[in-house]
């Protein structure tokens, strides 16, 4: 910095970091922030205890649960609160599909189900097949089970399920539950989650629905038997999910039992203040659906297009119409994936790479594989509330500058 007649010469200001990755960790609401403070002093005790203090949590902890229930249309007591989203899910396969072993041990999924889903699916094969084998070890014949294990279900380019082979593979034997996630959290889709319900409830299967991606974002309806929220995603803390769960459905404890908690399906419980910063994310959450129309749709259009013309050779995922409001994927050709979201952050851009619930772990997106999509150099937006219309376009004004950069880098100098 020198200076100048007129005085010190002042450095630019840093322009402000642009965060575009919101999926399942959007920014703390102020109004979840003050009920997480507030249950600190009055709900810090053991809701377990029988003293006045941990019943004042229990309290807490029950209106929680009473304000999602509210939400979602349920009974307080349908309503368990779990410690993360994989641990609802996971749960749900596992237990319902154990209440349900008289009829067997599938799960049929769509192929773009969170890998929490299709992990959990494909244990039950396994599980299945380990009993079999410790029975066939014993001399002795394991129960008559129809089947068990995963059934994936096709999704057509724009990652929407195949009605006609979800009802086709729901009807077979063995089914013990059907899972249809309402909206995909990479690509936005929206699913047929009614058309999915009516073919489960024909077959006598119940129907997981993972509204952990469109609670907030899109209206959810009742088209479900077994619901999974993330309140994460809406501005919560971590550390609190939601699952749902109709009284008509059967479900069991997966073994080992006996975890000497009063919470049998997530031993240990959560976090009192967090559950009640839980339930007031959802709750405004659902508020601001029923305002009408998101103003972030108008955003991703605007993105969408950009990107599709100034990019070259890339693939923008998902469908133009019939998707969440917020989130955008597309893939660049020639380009690492990792190597464009850390250009982006040098450059003040917060983005994702990769699958919603594997992004960790750096493997090609099975979600865009599924779809017939390009994995390679993928990008993953999801917007959170109050992006404006400048931060979508720096971010579209930076964005083939730092693709054609990596390309050249590659030694491809066309670009």
Do not use: K
Not at 111 to 118: K, Q, T
Not at 300 to 323: F, I, Q
């Amino acid at each position: 910095m020198t200076d100048s007649p007129a005085g010190p010469r002042r450095a630019a200001p840093a322009a402000r970091r642009v965060v575009l990755d919101a999926g399942g960790r959007a920014p703390v609401l102020p109004a979840a922030r003050e009920a997480f403070l507030a249950a600190l002093d009055e709900g810090w005790s053991d809701p377990r205890r029988l003293h006045t203090e941990g019943r004042r949590a229990r309290a807490l902890l029950d209106g929680a649960r009473e304000a999602v229930a509210a939400l979602v249309g349920a009974r307080t007591e349908e309503v368990d609160l779990a410690p993360s989203r994989t641990a609802a899910l996971h749960g749900a396969v596992l237990t319902v599909a154990r209440g349900r072993r008289r009829v067997g041990s599938v799960l049929v999924a769509s192929a773009v189900e969170r890998r929490a889903v299709l992990d959990a699916g494909a244990a039950l094969g396994a599980g299945a097949a380990g009993a079999g084998a410790a029975a066939a070890g014993a001399g002795t014949p394991g129960p008559g089970v129809p089947g068990a294990g995963l059934v994936e279900v096709a999704v057509d380019r724009d990652g929407r399920i195949d009605v006609d082979a979800f009802a086709e593979a729901v009807a077979r034997p063995g089914v013990a539950l059907a899972a249809v996630q309402h909206a995909n959290g990479e690509v936005g889709t929206l699913q047929p989650v009614a058309a999915a319900l009516e073919a489960a409830r024909a077959a006598q299967v119940p129907l997981l629905v993972d509204a952990g991606s469109s609670f907030g974002h899109a209206p959810v309806g009742p088209e479900w038997d077994v619901l999974a929220l993330d309140p994460g995603d809406v501005g919560a803390l971590p550390g609190v999910a939601v699952l749902v769960t109709r009284a008509g459905v059967r479900r069991s404890p997966a073994p080992p039992a006996g975890s000497g908690d009063d919470d049998r399906w997530f031993p240990g419980g959560v976090s009192v203040p967090a559950a009640l910063a839980a339930a007031v994310a959802l709750q405004a959450a659902a508020a601001r659906v029923a305002t009408g129309p998101d103003p972030r749709h108008a955003l991703v259009d605007r993105l969408r297009a950009r990107v599709a013309a100034e990019v070259p050779e890339v693939d923008v995922a998902g469908p133009a119409t019939g998707r969440l409001p917020h989130v955008l994927t597309f893939s660049c050709l020639y380009v690492d994936g990792e190597a464009v979201v850390t250009a982006l952050d040098r450059a003040g851009f917060a983005v994702a790479s990769g699958s919603a619930c594997t992004s960790a772990t750096e493997e090609p997106s099975h979600v865009l594989a599924a779809m017939g999509a390009l994995t390679q150099g993928n990008v993953r937006l999801s917007l959170p509330l109050g992006t404006t219309p400048a931060d979508v376009d720096r971010f579209a004004d930076a964005l083939p500058d730092v693709v054609a950069a990596i390309r050249r880098d590659a030694g491809l100098t066309e670009y």
